[in-house]
């Protein structure tokens, strides 16, 4: 369905509803993601018109779909399976797992995953470079572990 070469698509504002359109691409494309997944099971971004009407955004655009069908595809396969069968899943999203890394090095950052201390007694977020701790607070209630914990779903 993304296949389509940007040479055959038509990016002129005026005929948005013409046939060979972007705006009819993204439609027949949601309605094949519908389709597919459900109705409303994944949600493409929105484009405002001087962004999708742009030939120069293309290659992003399609990018951005393709994305966003793959984010939705793993969810897509749990949710199926919890359907049919008597399985929970628990899902945490976080965002900072210690430490950055970059072209510079590392920066120490919260770890949201546990909290672990060193044998100084010191909190160690940047687990990488640390080469000996002693504990893991399973009780930080800021922590995946903390609230599975909590939750008993990790004794």
Same mark, same amino acid.
């Given at each position: 369905?993304?296949?389509?070469?940007?040479?055959?698509?038509?990016?002129? @504002?005026?005929?948005? %509803?013409?046939?060979?359109?972007?705006?009819?691409?993204?439609? !027949?494309?949601?309605?094949?993601?519908?389709?597919?997944?459900?109705?409303?099971?994944? +949600?493409?971004?929105?484009?405002?018109? =001087?962004?999708?009407?742009?030939? %120069?955004?293309?290659?992003?655009?399609?990018?951005k @779909?393709?994305?966003?069908v793959?984010?939705?595809? %793993?969810?897509?396969?749990?949710?199926?399976? /919890?359907?049919?069968? %008597?399985?929970?899943?628990?899902?945490?999203? +976080?965002?900072?797992?210690?430490? #950055?890394?970059?072209?510079?090095?590392?920066?120490?950052?919260?770890?949201?995953?546990?909290? +672990?201390?060193?044998?100084d #007694?010191? !909190?160690?977020?940047?687990?990488?470079?640390?080469?000996?701790?002693?504990?893991?607070?399973?009780? =930080?209630?800021? /922590?995946? @572990?903390?609230?599975?914990?909590?939750?008993?779903?990790?004794?």
């Open positions: 369905m993304l296949s389509v070469a940007k040479s055959d698509l038509s990016f002129e @504002l005026p005929n948005k %509803d013409a046939e060979n359109s972007i705006k009819s691409l993204l439609t !027949r494309v949601e309605s094949f993601l519908n389709k597919e997944y459900g109705a409303g099971f994944v +949600i493409p971004p929105y484009l405002a018109d =001087d962004i999708l009407f742009d030939p %120069d955004n293309f290659t992003q655009l399609k990018k @779909l393709r994305d966003t793959s984010s939705v595809r %793993d969810r897509w396969v749990l949710f199926n399976v /919890t359907k049919k069968s %008597d399985t929970k899943f628990h899902n945490f999203s +976080i965002s900072n797992i210690g430490y #950055k890394a970059g072209k510079k090095g590392s920066k120490d950052k919260p770890n949201e995953l546990m909290a +672990i201390y060193g044998s #007694k010191q !909190r160690v977020y940047n687990l990488k470079y640390a080469h000996s701790w002693s504990r893991v607070d399973g009780r =930080d209630a800021n /922590t995946v @572990l903390g609230h599975m914990k909590r939750m008993r779903l990790w004794q």
